[in-house]
């Protein structure tokens, strides 16, 4: 068997991919705290880096989503069928026997139809959940002002927002364990540190 | 000056503002007199202001006997004032709800203190600025019974004392009663030429020692603001700001702004300008605004729509020694000790517990507010109101609601307590305690008489059945605003078991969380986890076997 490389991810998208995972993470951190359900920076603190973390994290989507339009990255995120069937039989079939990896990432197909599909879920699903129910919960005084008081409850957008996270929180468990199926264990994960993915 | 322990409290016949009239000279526990130095001239700042010096006035160049007759030699100048005092809730004792018509005032209330000023008049009038009231014959229209200097006076030697209906003391006079210590007459000339604006220490003679007993009835009011640190009133510090009461409570034709009966609970918009009439000028947000904090803080500016600014800047009211009283239990007075006399006790701090003319009391110190839903309208039991004795009487209610745009979260003092009702009627009894005629409980001991003579007075019907029924009162707390670095931080309130757990209606992170969902949620993450550990499992179980 030999070894390929090809660059996969950019130097911004691998940057963004990064911070985005230490602020999701942090955030996961600091929002359960808010949350109740443990004790750790102390609720104001909590509150604190949440709410910053919030704000960098959008900062980071204003040049990320530049980003993704001018390079036409997006298209990465369009679902397809195509070796769906087959990705599918290799997660639950052939990983354990070591059959090769259907699908041949490229620069212009960076991810598996199950992958894209995820990740598709995460910007179109959990992402808004969260950060639509996290903008109405940071301006919690100005419903009043828009003329959405009336319309929302604080109680069901923090349902909401609670919601989103527990999604992200699975979503960030199974996405680390996929990081280890690649064409080594650590192949995936090398990927995104350096851009250049082995591939078969 | 300062009466000990000594000053017993049983003395004091008291109605609920019966108190001697200068601060330091009222029966304040012994604790309270380190808090409260006494004072003999108030702000000379205010006073040298003036343009006016009132020793070089020819009209007062005289001496006065009386009160009235400094109240006339005033008015020959200022010919409006006693007009305006009249219009005021100082003279008339009573105010009107503008939205319920309710007449309430202490002239028409029933309070959980000495509960009713009718038939009491001789005493409670002490504190009523003016001279004469008596009984309910008294004349509202005579302008030279406008008390004039009880607000005034800057020598702090003017004094009103219990019995006299609002006259200062005219001659040298034992007070308490069998105390040996005295009271003098103030020079009346004197105290008329030394006038002044009103100080800490004039509002507080009466509004200190309410229900006669330093503290005893706001929590948030007593002696030790006459000489406040930061620590007690960040507004008041006389080493800072040096609020006087009027600072907040501007005043206007005598009219004194931010009555607790006509209260804004929800003052909104930006602090306001001079001239600005559209609210209480006795509101935090006249001068604060509704959004005081720094941007970096916006998060505390939210909270203005719900929480009154109160509730996190008074973390704790009566924070002295002084203390605040908690209860008053009427159904334990006319009670004697063991050799059949009347007796009084104390509690640890010297505070009054016990007096068999009026029952038994509870004090506490640095006390946690309570917390409500206030919309800054209180309905109140007025004399006469029919009660519902299988339930706590509230004698005053609180309104508001979460879901009322004008209401916010207040800081309150719930003071119980339990006091006479009609049985038959229903209705609180007015009873007759002051004085020293047969009827009077504080004299005689007897209930019976006491009610039958309070009810005449008061015009109800009288049943001749009476007992006990449990009451509370609601007051909201508003002054000993701490400093920001005592001010309540976060997680006081936004925790399980934090000061707002039985507030109703408002979502609070880490306090409210919906448990299906949090059960669900970590039900999935723990699937998600288990499943993937099931499948790396296998993955390395099958590669060792390959390998």
Redesign the interface.
């Known amino acids: 068997m030999t070894t390929n490389k090809i660059y996969v991810f950019k130097r911004f998208e691998r940057f963004w991919h990064w911070s985005q995972a230490m602020l999701i993470i942090f955030m996961l951190i600091t929002g359960f705290e808010?949350?109740?359900?443990y004790p750790l920076f102390?609720?104001?603190k909590a509150?604190d880096l949440h709410?910053l973390s919030a704000w960098t994290l959008i900062g980071l989507w204003v040049f990320a989503i530049f980003w993704h339009f001018t390079t036409g990255e997006w298209k990465q995120y369009i679902p397809t069928t195509e070796k769906m069937i087959a990705m599918i039989r290799f997660?639950s079939v052939g990983?354990?026997?070591?059959a090769p990896h259907p699908f041949r990432p490229t620069t212009l197909k960076k991810h598996n139809p199950l992958q894209r599909l995820a990740y598709l879920g995460v910007l179109l699903l959990i992402g808004p959940l969260l950060w639509l129910s996290g903008w109405f919960y940071l301006f919690?005084?100005d419903w009043?002002a828009w003329g959405v008081d009336n319309v929302l409850?604080?109680?069901w957008v923090?349902?909401f927002h609670?919601?989103g996270?527990?999604?992200m929180?699975?979503f960030l468990?199974?996405h680390v364990?996929?990081t280890?199926t690649g064409h080594t264990p650590t192949s995936h994960i090398r990927a995104m540190l350096t851009g250049w993915e082995e591939v078969d | 000056m300062l009466s000990g322990r000594k000053t017993s409290l049983s003395a004091l016949a008291s109605c609920a503002m019966l108190v001697a009239m200068t601060a330091f000279s009222a029966p304040a526990p012994s604790l309270a007199m380190s808090a409260a130095t006494p004072q003999t001239v108030t702000d000379t700042r205010q006073k040298s202001a003036s343009t006016a010096d009132h020793s070089k006035f020819k009209e007062l160049d005289k001496p006065f006997r009386t009160g009235p007759e400094v109240t006339e030699a005033c008015l020959i100048c200022h010919t409006e004032a006693a007009k305006q005092v009249q219009h005021t809730k100082h003279w008339t004792w009573e105010s009107v709800d503008p939205k319920t018509g309710q007449k309430r005032g202490k002239k028409n209330i029933i309070n959980n203190y000495c509960t009713s000023t009718v038939s009491n008049e001789k005493d409670c009038m002490a504190c009523h600025a003016g001279y004469g009231w008596k009984d309910s014959s008294f004349d509202f229209t005579i302008e030279k019974n406008v008390d004039c200097l009880v607000c005034h006076d800057t020598t702090a030697t003017y004094r009103k004392l219990p019995g006299d209906a609002g006259h200062p003391v005219y001659e040298r006079r034992e007070f308490p009663p069998k105390s040996g210590k005295f009271v003098d007459p103030a020079d009346l000339k004197k105290v008329a030429q030394s006038i002044g604006k009103p100080s800490r220490s004039n509002c507080g003679s009466c509004h200190f020692f309410g229900a006669g007993a330093n503290g005893a009835k706001h929590g948030d009011l007593d002696s030790s603001l006459q000489h406040p640190g930061k620590y007690l009133d960040v507004h008041m510090d006389e080493k800072g700001l040096n609020f006087a009461c009027t600072t907040c409570h501007a005043t206007s034709s005598h009219q004194v702004s931010g009555s607790r009966y006509n209260m804004a609970a929800a003052a909104k918009g930006p602090a306001h300008i001079r001239g600005n009439p559209d609210s209480s000028p006795a509101a935090c947000q006249s001068c604060h605004g509704n959004k005081p904090h720094p941007q970096q803080m916006a998060k505390l500016n939210q909270h203005t729509a719900k929480i009154a600014c109160q509730t996190c800047h008074i973390p704790e009211y009566a924070r002295n020694d002084i203390g605040t009283e908690l209860s008053w239990d009427w159904s334990k007075a006319t009670r004697m000790g063991e050799d059949g006399k009347p007796f009084v006790r104390k509690d640890s701090a010297g505070r009054r517990a016990f007096d068999s003319k009026k029952g038994a009391w509870v004090w506490d110190s640095y006390v946690i507010p309570e917390y409500r839903w206030f919309n800054g309208v209180s309905t109140y039991k007025v004399i006469g109101d029919k009660i519902d004795p299988s339930k706590t009487v509230q004698i005053n209610e609180v309104g508001g609601s979460p879901d009322d745009p004008d209401s916010r979260i207040w800081p309150t003092k719930v003071h119980r307590g339990k006091q006479p009702y009609d049985t038959v009627n229903n209705t609180l009894t007015v009873q007759h305690t002051g004085g020293e005629d047969d009827t009077a409980l504080w004299h005689n001991y007897d209930w019976q008489k006491a009610i039958g003579a309070g009810m005449k007075a008061a015009n109800l019907p009288y049943s001749g059945k009476f007992d006990f029924v449990s009451t509370e009162l609601t007051w909201p707390i508003t002054h000993m605003v701490a400093p920001k670095e005592d001010a309540l931080s976060c997680a006081q309130c936004h925790s399980k078991d934090g000061r707002l757990k039985d507030i109703r209606g408002v979502y609070m992170p880490s306090r409210d969380a919906n448990n299906l969902l949090d059960r669900a949620g970590w039900a999935l993450a723990l699937l998600t986890l288990i499943g993937v550990l099931i499948h790396g499992g296998i993955r390395i179980l099958t590669s060792k076997k390959e390998g």
Not at chain 1, 34 to 37: A, F, L
Not at chain 1, 95 to 98: A, C, E, L, Q, V
């Open positions: 808010v949350h109740g359900s102390g609720f104001a509150v709410t997660y990983i354990f026997k070591g919690y005084a009043q409850s604080l109680e923090a349902l609670t919601a996270a527990f999604m929180l699975a468990i199974a364990y996929l280890t």
